[in-house]
T-cell receptor, first 116, second 113 residues
């Protein structure tokens, strides 16, 4: 079973709103990721949590704030977003930290975010 | 630095025809290679991966890929495509001590009836 569950599937928010995206996996994976994907582009890495600690932040603006409450859950808190932040946000997980031999990333279905 | 090149942004093909999606990578160290498929309005699904061993890798939905170290390629093939194979396909590379996956720009496979 390689399932990563994301909620909500669709989110529309105003530029002054505060909202959160949620991600859950029950595969015992120790690394979790947030990616952003614009139309017709590959996913772009935003954050990596490894063993519940933030290990990579790809210079993401502070209006995106990740949180890893435990090894199964990953949140992305959104505040004061801009229309250009509208995109598909993908959560992913892997058995081990990036760079580990044979590590494979499994993706969720994504959350479609529209900022108005 | 690592990079992945998918030269074909779009590949149109008729149903039941064979198809090859090309992927080349640049790396000076040993790599792991992956193909992901993204159907419209969905997330990415792992098709197949090469970690070590046999250079011919079989994946889901009848796809296979061959790792060619001398040509630094990992092309994806299917002998007979279906309409349902219409999707975006991403090649990705990782490796020991890589801090992340590197994705190609994607190839849109458009299967026509």
């Amino acid at each position: 079973d390689t399932e990563v569950t994301q909620t909500p599937k669709h989110l529309v928010m105003g530029m002054t709103n505060k909202k959160s995206l949620k991600c859950e996996q029950h595969m015992g994976h120790r690394a979790m990721y947030w990616y952003k994907q614009k139309a017709k582009k590959p996913p772009e890495l935003m954050f990596v949590y490894s063993y519940e600690k933030l290990s990579i932040n790809e210079s993401v603006p502070s209006r995106f704030s990740p949180e890893c409450p435990n090894s199964s859950l990953l949140n992305l808190h959104l505040h004061a977003l801009q229309p250009e932040d509208s995109a598909l946000y993908l959560c992913a997980s892997s058995q081990d930290a990036p760079g580990t031999s044979g590590n494979t990333i499994y993706f969720g279905e994504g959350s479609w975010l529209t900022v108005v | 630095a690592q990079s992945v090149t998918q030269l074909d942004s779009q590949v149109p093909v008729f149903e039941e025809a064979p198809v090859e999606l090309r992927c080349n990578y640049s790396s000076s160290v040993s790599v792991y290679l992956f193909w992901y498929v993204q159907y419209p309005n969905q997330g990415l699904q792992l098709l197949l991966k090469y970690l070590s061993g046999s250079t011919l890798v079989k994946g889901i939905n009848g796809f296979e890929a061959e790792f060619n170290k001398s040509q630094t390629s990992f092309h994806l093939r299917k002998p007979s495509v279906h309409i349902s194979d219409t999707a975006e396909y991403f090649c990705a590379v990782s490796g020991r001590n890589f801090n992340k996956f590197y994705f190609g720009s994607g190839t849109k496979l458009n299967v026509k009836p």
